[in-house]
């Protein structure tokens, strides 16, 4: 078992990436921030629905569809914060100095997070995507092409992350040798760039979200449309 390479360590691992600890420290902690704000809205929307249904009023069907879409909205962008901060959290310590056990420990979290997020969140968000073109056709399509991406990109890296995942993270292999050879073969090259792929392309749905909930009150201002609610 090797515990320290320096060759290909030292390439990223310096201390000239404290500030791009400490930048994405910012980036948590904004996120964080801004999921309390959502999970507040998401709670205020179901408020007003649990009102409106109470109450008889003048356009009552429409009203409740209008505050679920909102809440829809809100609550997709906080499962996808969600996920970027329990990312971010291992992923900020790659670039400390450490030894590859250590290094490796973090990739391990973050392999099966990115394997298991395409049957969580990422159907969650294409539902939203579902819902928009329904809405407002094709206006929206930047972020119809980055979920595109970000789950074909897992899709293409499956088979490894799951590796990782079934054999030294999430489920241990009853054999030791069989573990120990899995995290052993975790190159730290490519398990870099694959991270940094994925965070570019979780970076561009962020992108589009934050262009939709901007767009929001433009979307459901004189809403008139009926659909299933999405599963809570």
């Not at 290909?8 to 310096?14: G, I, M, Q």
């Not at 329904?134 to 990109?153: M, P, R, T």
């Not at 120990?180 to 730290?188: H, L, Q, R």
Request: glycine share 2%.
């Amino acid at each position: 078992m090797k515990y320290i390479d320096s060759f290909e360590t030292s390439k990223f691992r310096t201390k000239g990436n404290k500030s791009l600890f400490m930048h994405i420290d910012t980036i948590i902690k904004n996120d964080l921030l801004q999921i309390d704000l959502l999970h507040e809205a998401i709670i205020n929307c179901d408020k007003i629905i649990q009102n409106i249904e109470q109450n008889d009023c003048e356009d009552k069907d429409d009203l409740i569809d209008k505050y679920n879409l909102i809440r829809s909205f809100y609550d997709g962008n906080c499962r996808f914060l969600l996920l970027r901060v329990d990312f971010l959290v291992p992923y900020k310590y790659l670039f400390q100095k450490q030894d590859d056990w250590e290094y490796r420990f973090f990739v391990r979290r973050i392999y099966t997070l990115i394997h298991e997020t395409q049957n969580g969140v990422l159907n969650f968000l294409g539902q939203i995507m579902n819902l928009l073109e329904s809405l407002v056709g094709d206006k929206f399509i930047h972020y119809k092409e980055a979920l595109k991406e970000l789950n074909k990109f897992i899709k293409e890296n499956d088979a490894c992350l799951k590796k990782v995942r079934n054999v030294c993270e999430a489920h241990k292999d009853k054999n030791i040798h069989k573990q120990i050879t899995a995290i052993e073969n975790i190159s730290i090259k490519d398990s870099l760039n694959l991270i940094q792929d994925f965070y570019n392309k979780m970076s561009n749905v962020d992108e589009s979200l934050f262009i939709i909930l901007n767009e929001l009150p433009r979307i459901t201002y004189n809403l008139s449309c009926h659909f299933q609610p999405f599963h809570k």
